[in-house]
């Protein structure tokens, strides 16, 4: 029953959505990183999105680091980071707690924690929980970001509607900071967040593809097998709550290619060794080629939607009709996206540990 992710740097989450507080413990960080505490408020900020197409719910994601954290910079001892929940309303859950949401977790959870569960808000495997795992891979991204290290995730499709691909990565992650719908075309933007307004309308929701890059990295990072930079990175993504695919370069387009098509021909820019074009998004054998790293995640539509659905009561073992209340936002994906990139950055930064040493990052 761990909830523990990484092996040089390990980050574990604690909490649920209704309880006292959520929050993250990173166990490995190196000494002397600069701690940003503006940046982590406002990848916060990102990840709560927007009142017109995401949750209602309005926490204010005041985060207190209690440990592992002096003068602005990290010790490297364990560095806890706490979050306050405050606006709940526990009242929306108790009368369907045993009813159990078509796509969400409630019977699984009930399966695997035999009823003691907290349910309340979908409790540990609320998308809340995703709030620590955000406030810590923005430590984890900044200290990257000295290293000339850079990601960012843009929503590739949401609801049929198909963002441009990423050009010019310098100026595109500014675009996608700036917009909680994070795609990079504008009219694309738009289009995309009357599709989700007309689904919450419906009393439904949607879903899309996030599409990340993370440029910047040396070549050499991964390990030839188990721990391949494909597996660990999508051990990381598969854990985001609504992930439910993960491909790597051009993934399933492989299939229709032919070899002349899908390799990546060698050639020398000035010193440099790189690669004409990238369909194998940065990674051969498991390990980095210096490219960028190029992955894509489908996230499904919200589980929780207001239209009635059919279930069953896991109790009383009997079907049952539901009536969802409750703040659901009728598309994760922009939400999901913060997320994202931040489980990215915490996984890179444990991957370079793991090559280059733990004091590697160390200010
Ligand atoms: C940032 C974020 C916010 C989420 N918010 C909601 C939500 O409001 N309602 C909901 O039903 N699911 C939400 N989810 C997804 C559920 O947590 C997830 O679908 C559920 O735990 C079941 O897990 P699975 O979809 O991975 O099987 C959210 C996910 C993320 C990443």
Redesign the pocket.
């Known amino acids: 029953m761990k909830n523990t992710f990484g092996q040089s740097l390990g980050v574990t989450i604690f909490g649920e959505s209704h309880g006292t507080a959520i929050g993250a413990v990173m166990d490995g960080l190196a000494p002397g990183i600069e701690v940003d505490e503006a940046f982590i408020a406002r990848q916060l900020d990102r990840?709560r999105g927007l009142s017109t197409v995401s949750?209602k719910r309005r926490e204010k994601d005041e985060f207190r680091i209690v440990s592992g954290y002096f003068e602005g910079k990290t010790t490297g001892t364990p560095l806890c980071i706490v979050i306050e929940n405050e606006d709940t309303r526990s009242k929306d859950y108790s009368l369907t707690k045993d009813l159990a949401?078509p796509?969400?977790?409630d019977y699984t959870a009930y399966m695997k924690y035999h009823g003691f569960q907290d349910y309340r808000g979908?409790g540990h495997?609320?998308?809340r929980i995703?709030t620590p795992l955000v406030a810590a891979g923005a430590i984890a991204m900044k200290a990257l970001n000295k290293k000339g290290i850079y990601l960012g995730t843009h929503i590739l499709i949401c609801a049929g509607v198909r963002d441009r691909d990423f050009g010019d990565y310098q100026a595109d992650f500014p675009i996608l900071c700036d917009n909680i719908i994070s795609m990079l075309d504008d009219e694309k933007r738009q289009e995309a967040t009357e599709r989700m307004k007309d689904a919450a309308k419906d009393g439904d929701s949607v879903g899309g593809v996030l599409q990340t890059a993370i440029v910047g990295l040396p070549a050499g990072v991964g390990e030839p097998w188990f721990d391949s930079f494909e597996s660990v990175m999508s051990h990381a993504l598969f854990s985001?709550?609504?992930?439910?695919g993960v491909e790597f370069g051009e993934g399933f387009g492989f299939a229709d290619m032919r070899g002349s098509e899908a390799n990546d021909c060698f050639t020398m820019n000035g010193d440099r060794i790189e690669t004409v074009t990238n369909h194998n998004g940065g990674i051969n054998g498991g390990i980095t080629n210096g490219m960028p790293v190029l992955f894509n995640c489908v996230v499904?539509p919200?589980?929780?939607i207001y239209k009635k659905q059919n279930t069953v009561d896991f109790i009383k073992k009997e079907n049952a009709e539901l009536q969802i209340k409750g703040r659901?936002?009728p598309a994760?994906i922009g939400?999901?996206a913060v997320?994202v990139d931040s489980v990215t950055a915490l996984t890179v930064y444990d991957m370079l540990a793991m090559r280059f040493g733990t004091d590697y990052f160390k200010g």
């Open positions: 990840r949750t949401r796509g969400h977790a979908g495997f609320s998308g995703t985001v709550p609504a992930v439910k499904k919200t589980a929780s659901h936002d994760i939400r999901a997320v």
